[in-house]
């Protein structure tokens, strides 16, 4: 059974506030991964990371910060938040490069 | 760069087959996956097949993969209405292992 979880669930906040979401696993897997997905659409890989201290772009472009300073634990921040950040995040981990993902429930977030 | 697409939406009867299609660019693709995503939840893992493999089956499901045509295929036995989600198609290349989703098919199945 995976064992994955996202903090908040769903986050209501307004323009220009720092927001973290949190994403943590205790399945010891390496590989963890931030996607985005707007209603009714594709998933995007916004980050990902191979191991402690280390953190990678993904293939969409996000104002959004990552860290990985220990291994079951991989925070995305937004320093200030806009509308236009408004979207559901899913985050995700493997035990190894081309291993499924496990993913958390995601966090939906909505910026007024 | 590598691409994955689906069609967007499938209407069945409840105890019908289902038949979910997806189509994929990247030839080195080593895993191909079906995720499940149902109103207002994450992504639960469905099923993977290998890229050596033609055919996976379990329980209900069943995957298909023509490597040839870069088709893979996610059939449903008897589907029941809480089969209704969106299903992803996904598929892993040799770039750091990242995952390429298509834009997911929602699968309604009426009564």
């Known amino acids: 059974e995976a064992d994955i979880y996202q903090t908040p669930r769903y986050l209501v906040i307004g323009t220009g506030k720092k927001i973290t979401l949190e994403c943590s696993q205790t399945m010891g897997h390496d590989k963890m991964y931030w996607y985005q997905q707007d209603p009714g ?13 280390s ?10 910060t990552v860290s990985r300073i220990r291994t079951e634990h991989f925070p995305l921040t937004l320093e200030s938040a806009r509308p236009s950040h408004t979207s559901q995040y899913l985050c995700a981990s493997s035990r190894r490069t081309n291993e499924k993902l496990f993913f958390g429930s995601g966090t939906q977030l909505s910026v007024l | ?65 023509n490597k040839k045509d870069k088709h893979l295929s996610l059939r449903i036995a008897d589907t029941q209405t809480g089969d209704s989600a969106i299903y992803f198609c996904a598929e892993s290349n040799n770039q750091g292992g990242k995952l390429i989703f298509g834009q997911g098919t929602e699968l309604s199945v009426k009564p």
């Open chain 1, 41 to 53: 659409m594709e998933l995007h890989l916004i980050h990902y990371s191979y191991g402690v201290n």
């Open chain 1, 55 to 64: 953190t990678e772009k993904g293939d969409l472009s996000s104002e959004s």
């Open chain 2, 1 to 65: 760069g590598e691409d994955v697409e689906q069609s967007l939406f499938l209407s069945v009867r409840e105890g019908d087959s289902s038949v979910i299609n997806c189509t994929y660019t990247d030839s080195s693709s080593t895993y191909l996956y079906w995720y499940k995503q149902e109103p207002g939840a994450g992504l639960q893992l469905l099923t993977y097949i290998f890229s050596n493999m033609d055919m996976k089956q379990d329980q209900r499901l069943t995957v298909l993969l």
